[in-house]
């Protein structure tokens, strides 16, 4: 399964993303956010890392809970 966004911060532009079984990324990795397959944005993995969750500031585009991270 891939990676989702489960939470936005509109106001402080950061989102949490659930990345179920599969291995978070380094703090500081730019991860790739898609909807519908078609690329949407860009977001910087930050600290807290949570087990399977993560915090990451987005960088670039419009993000959407639900939008896939990879």
Known sequence: MAARIVS?????EFVVIDFMSRMVPAVG???NVYRNGKRVGAVRIT???RAQLATADIV???VHVGDEAR
């Open 8 to 12: 936005l911060n509109s106001e402080h």
């Open 29 to 31: 990795t730019r991860v």
């Open 60 to 62: 670039e585009g419009e």
């Open 47 to 49: 600290e807290p890392v």
